[in-house]
T-cell receptor, first 111, second 114 residues
Framework: KQEVTQIPAALSVPEGENLVLNCSFT??????LQWFRQDPGKGLTSLLL?????REQTSGRLNASLDKSSGRSTLYIAASQPGDSATYLC??????????FGKGTTLSVSS | NAGVMQNPRHLVRRRGQEARLRCSPM?????VYWYRQLPEEGLKFMVY????????ESGMPKERFSAEFPKEGPSILRIQQVVRGDSAAYFC????????????FGSGTRLTVV
């Protein structure tokens, strides 16, 4: 049974820092991995989608990597800003199942 | 091109009433998924539907919960005889199909049972 773990559960950093959020999964047979952002009381916004054949994806200050063989993904946020404060969710898509989510990393960026 | 539309955004029901949550997928998406998010917990899969078919309902409680995605109209998640423990955020997602397409989520319906 696939399990997705995100570390750390919470992270506080000052504005301007580069930071890394980690995601691990137990079954490497995935279609893709998707990173989402969720603001308090809001829905999910898709940030990056990495196909199983890809190693990384970039969008602006965000870079996500995928290492299927080791069951790991990282989300790198460069030059963090207070507006980046949110919960970041990692989810894997497998054949025959719907998205399986980690519990998220809650990020707080102080000005 | 509207995204995934969920309504209502907030729903308050008394114990024992019925709750109906609606989801219209993105244009061109034929696959709909419902998730529940309880306070301090992650998103949990409930049910996966295509038009007129339930594909996977392994995450849905056997009693009081049902879902449909009719040929015309939105997908409906119905909770009968609601209890306080049903209070949660319910999210709908849609995709073009299984595989490497990614998912788009709606803004959710926050159900409060009083």
């Amino acid at each position: 049974k696939q399990e997705v773990t995100q570390i750390p559960a919470a992270l506080s950093v000052p504005e301007g820092e580069n930071l890394v959020l980690n995601c691990s999964f137990t079954d490497s047979a995935i279609y893709n991995l998707q990173w989402f952002r969720q603001d308090p009381g809001k829905g999910l916004t898709s940030l990056l989608l990495i196909q199983s054949s890809q190693r990384e994806q970039t969008s602006g200050r965000l870079n996500a990597s995928l290492d299927k063989s080791s069951g790991r993904s990282t989300l790198y946020i460069a030059a963090s800003q207070p507006g980046d404060s949110a919960t970041y969710l990692c989810a894997v898509d497998q054949a025959g199942t719907a998205l399986i989510f980690g519990k998220g990393t809650t990020l707080s960026v102080s000005s | 091109n509207a995204g995934v539309m969920q309504n209502p955004r907030h729903l308050v029901r008394r114990r024992g009433q019925e709750a109906r949550l609606r989801c219209s997928p993105m244009k061109g998406h034929s696959h709909v998924y419902w998730y529940r998010q309880l306070p301090e917990e992650g998103l949990k899969f409930m049910v996966y539907l295509q038009k007129e078919n339930i594909i996977d309902e392994s995450g849905m409680p056997k009693e009081r919960f049902s879902a449909e995605f009719p040929k015309e109209g939105p997908s409906i998640l119905r909770i009968q005889q609601v209890v306080r423990g049903d209070s949660a955020a319910y999210f709908c997602a849609s995709s073009r199909g299984e595989g490497a397409y990614g998912y788009t989520f709606g803004s959710g319906t926050r159900l409060t049972v009083v």
